[in-house]
């Protein structure tokens, strides 16, 4: 997809710019205690890294760099980047998964939880990060961001249906990643190699379980 290219007003935009980083600036010391670090601030784009801030020690776990061209005529643009470098990741490159729990016609959040933490199959879990293939570049599958809103199978919900909404404002892209990731990670997952195939196979399992148990528990709320 080709870099947006500015035709608001830069002034107009770089003052709604300006207010979006001057807002988070104002809330730093609380996210930087949830693991949300800004990086770097080049209008148009901010860079924001996320870590694992229940884990210890905290891991690194992913960046994005968001891009407010022509905001807010346009919702801004979300690419994930390497939190070292900044270059732009392809889908086989990332380390940031963002589980999303699907509805289910009938069956209360609650109920699909506790099923599905107890490793019942009753719905397969979304993701916000999307990709047409493992050598292309992944968006964030969300109303509000340019991304999702030019994509073929959104053409029916147009930027201008949420514009009003505080959707794609800084804070609102920060939080649903925050929501969906770094939130619901708690522990580290270590491999280790045994004979026994099958027990090792058995270990994965679980710990697996138990991450999905504890990112359904924060979808829940």
Not at 125 to 145: A, K, R
Not at 205 to 217: C, F, G, N, W
Request: aromatic share 8%; hydrophobic share 45%; proline share 8%.
């Amino acid at each position: 997809m080709p870099e947006a290219v500015q035709s608001v007003d830069p002034v107009v935009t770089r003052a709604k710019f300006d207010r979006e980083v001057g807002r988070f600036r104002d809330q730093e010391v609380s996210y930087r205690r949830r693991g949300i670090l800004l990086q770097e601030v080049a209008f148009p784009t901010v860079t924001i890294a996320f870590c694992g801030f229940k884990m210890k020690p905290a891991p690194l776990l992913g960046a994005v760099r968001i891009d407010f061209t022509d905001y807010d005529l346009m919702p801004p643009s979300v690419r994930f980047v390497d939190p070292l470098t900044h270059d732009v990741l392809l889908s086989k490159d990332l380390t940031l998964a963002l589980p999303r729990l699907p509805k289910v016609e009938g069956t209360p959040k609650e109920m699909l939880v506790a099923m599905m933490a107890q490793g019942i199959p009753v719905a397969q879990l979304g993701n916000l990060v999307q990709s047409s293939g493992p050598d292309e570049m992944p968006f964030l599958c969300l109303p509000g961001v340019r991304e999702y809103h030019e994509h073929p199978a959104h053409t029916g919900d147009s930027w201008l249906l949420h514009r009003a909404s505080g959707e794609g404002c800084l804070a609102f892209i920060v939080e649903n990643i925050w929501k969906y990731g770094p939130r619901s990670m708690e522990r580290y997952l270590v491999q280790v190699a045994t004979e026994a195939e099958g027990l090792r196979m058995q270990a994965l399992v679980e710990a697996q379980r138990i991450q999905v148990a504890a990112s359904l528990t924060a979808m829940s709320e």
